[in-house]
């Protein structure tokens, strides 16, 4: 029987952890995820995402958790890119309208900032940058986007952050009226996991021996 190796997956919201450990999960990878929920009585620091783009913060987190737990760790950085603001908010997402994160004040600042601009001017995506570190460096790392347009009211009550205003027009839905399967199978975060995946059996299969 392989030994079952624990992975950290570095996010605290049980959202985003479920979402990542559903899309990674596979029987023939002998895995028990973690989440920073998992060990919130540790009282870790955060890491300081000072990187200017999604690559860059996903690996300072993954380095930082890797290091503090001694685990294998999964770390993603992601966002919303929208056309018609220079491709804001970009990295800072997460904290559009400032501190704390907070999803509905980031949408509604999102929505004043497109006041005006026409539907077919507010094309946008997300853009997801996954990577996976141990305590000595970064072992594997991977990227998916999903294109989309901006919507002033919100639709559907699933998903999280900027899901109900982002209208993806192949699906004919927004991100936020998908079930989990429908969005796992198109998200930007979906596609990033699904690379890795395939990249983690590889250096599982490896670490076994």
């Known amino acids: 029987m392989p030994n079952v190796r624990e992975i950290l997956l570095a996010t605290s919201n049980p959202g985003k952890a479920r979402e990542m450990a559903e899309i990674l999960a596979d029987s023939r ?20 995402e000072t990187a200017d783009t999604f690559i860059g913060n996903a690996t300072i987190k993954a380095l930082h958790y890797a290091r503090l737990s001694g685990l294998w760790t999964i770390a993603d950085d992601s966002g919303l890119e929208v056309d018609a603001l220079g491709g804001e908010p970009g990295v800072c997402s997460a904290r559009y309208a400032g501190e704390p994160k907070d999803d509905r004040a980031n949408n ?24 996976l570190a141990d ?15 901006i919507i002033d009211e919100p ?31 198109i998200s930007h975060r979906g596609q990033a996991l699904r690379r890795l995946h395939d990249l983690l059996l590889a250096l599982l299969a490896a670490a076994q021996g």
């Not at 920073?36 to 620091?45: I, Q």
């Not at 305590?135 to 347009?149: C, F, M, P, Q, W």
């Open 29 to 48: 990878a002998p895995v028990r995820w973690r989440s920073l929920s998992d060990l919130a009585g540790r009282r870790w620091p955060e890491p300081q």
């Open 108 to 131: 509604a600042l999102l929505v004043r900032r497109l006041a005006g601009v026409p539907a077919e001017r507010r094309t946008a995506r997300f853009r997801c940058c996954v990577v």
């Open 135 to 149: 305590a000595d460096g970064v072992l594997a790392s991977a990227e998916g986007t999903v294109e989309g347009r």
């Open 155 to 185: 639709r559907g009550s699933g998903g999280f952050g900027y899901d109900p205003h982002f209208w993806i027009p192949a699906a004919g839905m927004t991100a936020a009226e998908m079930s989990p399967a429908q969005k796992h199978a």
